[in-house]
């Protein structure tokens, strides 16, 4: 029995829910929160988000870097991400670097 390609890029479930809330100006900038997931999932994706973003403030030029790894990290836990910076991100982009 032959398998269809589209049956074979059905897509799966999210493993999570991750949100990335930024802190404000005084470090540690950044913290993780789960919304749902397997624990160990969730946390070994914290360890590595942190390390990237820890020390970066939303408008810091090495920030835009990071939170791309940190995108292309959760496509590849499939988890779904939400980042909470409180403010728009038409903002972050309008700062001057």
Do not use: C, K
């Amino acid at each position: 029995m032959s398998t269809s390609p589209e049956e074979l890029e059905a897509p799966q479930p999210p493993r999570g829910h991750v949100r990335v809330v930024y802190l404000g100006p005084v470090a540690p900038h950044w913290d993780v929160h789960s919304e749902f997931g397997e624990r160990a999932v969730i946390e070994e994706f914290r360890q590595r988000a942190l390390a990237r973003l820890l020390l970066l403030p939303p408008h810091d030029p090495q920030f835009r870097r990071n939170r791309e790894r940190v995108v292309r990290d959760a496509e590849r836990e499939n988890l779904i991400l939400e980042w909470d910076l409180g403010v728009p991100d038409e903002e972050l982009e309008e700062t001057p670097a």
